[in-house]
């Protein structure tokens, strides 16, 4: 194994990497046999702990919102300074996602994504302000792509009306395109920020076939996934200068 830094003309000892994220770098993926979620032990993090020394720190937490786990960072962080350490920042998946059950019962009313889209950008803007304020490097994320027609089929398994729902959303194929702009908006803070930003989504989409990277309910990466964001996340690493220490 090897102990990572970052290069800046001269080299800078990483000594943490802290995560907040959601279910995905959580580990959570869905157990087709016992029909029900879990956390998978060869996750992306675990995968990726074998291959660096610096230890991570994984605050994430199934369900979480941008607005939710920044809001924790802040208070896990306080004072402490994030000086030698990366805060890497992966959430959007939950907060681009409607409450299903209220578009069911009212597919013609106005209804908004737990986190409307301004508020996401605001928020993924205010990460990167604190963590370098800190003295931390921010890390953001794009999104893992999701099998629409297999989320359709998830969020209506239980039944709630196809039908409804896709009064109000035209086709299915609207939820992809929605989680696919969270995704473009963690792309544009980045770059507006000059920020780092590892790349899943264009990751996860370099296989012609995405579907064999997802679970059941077309939102989790699989164990196929998992190995997928481990592997680059460490060609991001060697990409932008963590170079090994010896």
């Not at 046999?33 to 879990?38: D, F, N, P």
């Not at 994984?58 to 919102?65: C, I, K, P, V, Y």
């Amino acid at each position: 194994m090897v102990q990572y830094c970052r290069v800046w003309g001269e080299s800078m000892k990483i000594e943490t990497i802290r995560v907040w994220g959601d279910s995905i770098l959580k580990g959570i993926v869905f157990d087709p046999a016992r029909k029900r979620y879990t956390i998978i032990k060869d996750n992306a993090l675990s995968l990726l702990s074998e291959k660096v020394m610096t230890p991570i720190l994984n605050f994430s937490r199934m369900g979480a919102t941008a607005p939710e786990a920044l809001r924790a960072m802040r208070e896990k962080v306080a004072e402490t300074s994030l000086e030698n350490q990366i805060v890497v920042f992966e959430l959007g998946g939950n907060d681009c996602d409607f409450d299903w059950k209220a578009v069911a019962d009212a597919p013609e009313a106005e209804h908004q994504p737990k986190t409307p889209v301004d508020v996401f950008a605001g928020v993924l803007r205010e990460f990167v302000a604190f963590v370098s304020q800190a003295g931390g490097t921010p890390v953001l994320c794009t999104l893992p792509p999701i099998d629409c027609k297999r989320y359709f089929a998830w969020i209506t398994r239980d039944g709630l009306s196809r039908e409804r729902i896709l009064r109000f959303l035209g086709a299915p194929e609207r939820i992809y395109r929605w989680q696919e702009y969270y995704s473009t908006v963690a792309l544009r803070v980045a770059a507006k920020t000059n920020s780092l930003c590892l790349p899943l989504r264009e990751a996860f989409l370099e296989r012609v076939r995405g579907e064999d990277v997802l679970c059941e309910d077309g939102i989790h990466p699989n164990a196929l996934g998992h190995r997928i964001i481990a592997e680059t996340a460490m060609r991001e690493m060697v990409k932008y200068g963590f170079s090994p220490c010896i």
